[in-house]
């Protein structure tokens, strides 16, 4: 190990992504869905569909064996799947997020279902794609058995909220016209939100460190992740800022898909729903909102004291967040 | 030829005041003076010199072309001027919202350099190492940063600039287009016309019932007839 933090940091470069073994069970065009080997015995619970956001990669979930959500429900004995959405390009400009929804991702569950010859799921869902797990959940419960969501906003104009702030200002048709956004630009918009510490300080603690192999991967793997993000489909941006953030859509029970009302107060299987009290990104409140607004009678919330990217990265998230997912999906008594 | 007739505001003429008997001669005048004054004292002192010089030079330039709106158009190329001219102005309004979000960042600068001082001031906050200090100018960095962004000003300030931004790409996506028509190069308006076609086709085999299976053939329907 080279003591010149520089040379060091350029040796890390090799350090690779994703972790866990598994297979491709469907594919339709972008759209991939994966089923990972299991690593324990059976755990007695519905099969698990993870859904992640549209903004970045879902390999943040399995970054590295000792990092790794995906496997440590796997370690729980959980059945886990994960949507894959894929990097969408000039063709897909005009998908919607009826398309993601009703098309993708109820696919997406009637594969897992057929494989696992069962009548409903567990939903996962993570960020931006927790959103779009309470809004299928929303429109068809009868496929899900129990949800969880993890920093998911559901409220999109809370005080704290300074993305929403941003976005409810902007003129959204304006701003997307009819092409995608590339995803250099949302990064841009998320490191905007503390540049101070995101674009300095923590280049400054890393070269000031003593080099460390194990830690410099650590950072090089994060990166990646924090550079690797797909440029996002324009229509289905343009309704999610407009529908979502300006309109607030899903508090107020005005919004529709497909020409469907999504009810929150039809939500009613259980819900487990985790949320970073240092989330800068999607603030505690805006998650927290999914309480009063779901209609289960099972609702169990989890504050936890990470921020967003610490909630399935951070030593301590490994040691908290697997385990109380599992249990919660695994535990049959009645709530 | 009598006197030339006079089409609107011209941005070549000299300003009010000046007297000037030959409007272009003295347009010239001022543009090589306004540039000497840029590229001679001001370019040579401190950065705020060279800064205070580089908007000076900005601060003519758009007094001089700010109205190219209403400079005449005629001719062949009348088209293409307004929308030159439209392209212009969407840049210096996209300009000056730049400066504002700028404004917002100095006040910014300047309330976390306070901050810092009275930290720094304060023996109870005192930090020695540099590390220390580094972290604690961060933090009243972004603390004042969270306060200004937070804000109604920069919030309506940042909008304005993306809205600006949005027009100007909106301009330069007209001029591309018809360049590429000129060219024979397929057009962003023909490629969106032919994704919404294949996204309506899709939908529509989407939702068409699945065809109905063939039963195979065995070996000996598929000889029928066939000589041997």
């Keep these: ?335 | 030829m009598g006197m030339a007739p006079q089409f609107g505001a011209n941005p070549f003429a000299a300003p009010a005041g000046v007297g000037a008997p030959d409007p272009y001669a003295a347009a010239a005048e001022a543009f090589a003076a306004a540039w000497r004054a840029a590229l001679g004292s001001g370019m040579q002192g401190s950065v705020e010199d060279r800064a205070a010089a580089v908007s000076r030079l900005s601060d003519f330039l758009r007094s001089r072309f700010a109205d190219l709106s209403a400079f005449a158009a005629l001719g062949p190329q009348r088209v293409q001027q307004q929308r030159s001219a439209r392209m212009v102005e969407a840049a210096l309004r996209m300009q000056e919202a730049q400066g504002e979000i700028g404004r917002l960042w100095l006040d910014a600068l300047r309330d976390a350099a306070g901050s810092f001082a009275q930290r720094c001031a304060d023996p109870a906050h005192a930090a020695t190492a540099p590390a220390e200090i580094y972290d604690a100018w961060i933090d009243c960095a972004e603390d004042a940063y969270a306060r200004m962004a937070h804000g109604e000003a920069f919030c309506t300030a940042h909008a304005k600039l993306i809205d600006e931004q949005c027009r100007l790409r909106k301009h330069m996506k007209t001029i591309v287009e018809l360049w590429s028509k000129e060219l024979d190069l397929p057009t962003r308006s023909e490629l969106n016309s032919l994704h919404r076609t294949v996204k309506a086709l899709r939908s529509e085999l989407a939702r068409a019932p699945p065809a109905p299976v063939k039963p195979a053939k065995t070996a000996r329907a598929r000889n029928k007839g066939k000589p041997r």
Aim: glycine share 8%; proline share 6%; with cysteine.
């Design chain 1, 1 to 335: 190990m080279s003591t010149d933090p520089i040379r060091a940091l350029a040796a890390a470069q090799h350090a690779a992504v994703g972790a866990s073994p598994r297979d491709v069970i469907f594919e339709r065009d972008k759209l991939t869905l994966y089923r990972y080997r299991p690593i324990a015995r059976p755990a007695r619970a519905a099969p698990l569909l993870v859904v992640y956001a549209l903004v970045n990669r879902p390999y943040m979930l399995d970054l590295q064996p000792d990092r790794s959500l995906i496997r440590g429900l796997l370690g729980a004995g959980l059945d886990v799947h994960l949507v894959d959405w894929g990097y969408p390009d000039g063709a897909d400009r005009f998908t919607t997020l009826e398309d993601y929804l009703e098309t993708q991702l109820h696919a997406c569950v009637a594969e897992v279902l057929r494989c696992a010859r069962v009548d409903s799921l567990n939903l996962l869902g993570v960020c931006q794609g927790g959103t779009f797990s309470v809004c299928y959940g929303a429109l068809h419960p009868e496929r899900i058995a129990k949800l969880v969501t993890m920093v998911t906003p559901i409220d999109f104009q809370t005080p704290a909220d300074l993305l929403s702030k941003w976005v409810r200002g902007i003129d959204v048709g304006a701003w997307i016209d009819d092409g995608n956004i590339a995803g250099e630009t949302l990064n841009q918009a998320f490191l905007a939100l503390m540049p101070w510490r995101l674009l300095q300080q923590k280049y400054v603690k890393l070269l000031g460190a003593p080099p460390d192999a194990r830690r410099l991967e650590n950072f090089v793997r994060m990166e990646r992740w924090i550079t690797d993000s797909p440029d996002l489909a324009g229509t289905a941006l343009r309704e999610f800022l407009t529908w979502f953030y300006q309109e607030n859509r899903l508090v107020h029970g005005t919004l529709q898909i497909g020409g469907r009302t999504v009810d929150l107060s039809s939500l009613r299987r259980p819900i487990l729903n985790l949320y970073g009290a240092r989330d800068h990104l999607v603030p505690p409140a805006a998650s927290a909102a999914l309480e009063r607004l779901t209609g289960s009678t099972d609702y169990t919330g989890h504050e936890l004291d990470l921020g967003h990217i610490g909630m399935y990265v951070s030593d301590r998230a490994q040691r908290q967040v697997p385990p109380l997912i599992a249990d919660w999906l695994t535990c049959t008594r009645r709530r």
